[in-house]
């Protein structure tokens, strides 16, 4: 069996707040989740259908993490009560607040 490597915060990389066609991104922006992050298929099974749901939906930015992940509410339009962080090499700007 293979051992699973956690990489520690201070491993992991710090992104750019880009989106998928290389524009800035803000909080308060609005975005569409353009694809699910391919770490998401070794979450658990319930994680994955949110993110099915999220897709090609549209969400405000509510922050980012110190690794530059976008925070997105989903509550109103897929799962009450939920948020979701995505790298945003995986979201399209469609509105700036």
Do not use: C
């Amino acid at each position: 069996m293979k051992k699973q490597q956690i990489k520690s915060s201070s491993q992991l990389r710090k992104l750019t707040r880009k989106d998928i066609l290389g524009r800035t991104i803000h909080v308060g922006d609005w975005i569409r989740l353009k694809k699910i992050p391919p770490s998401i298929s070794k979450m658990p099974k319930e994680t994955q259908v949110v993110f099915k749901k999220a897709l090609d939906k549209t969400f405000k930015i509510i922050s980012f993490n110190k690794y530059n992940l976008a925070e997105l509410d989903i509550s109103r339009k897929v799962s009450k009560n939920n948020w979701i962080w995505v790298e945003p090499e995986y979201l399209l700007r469609y509105r700036r607040n």
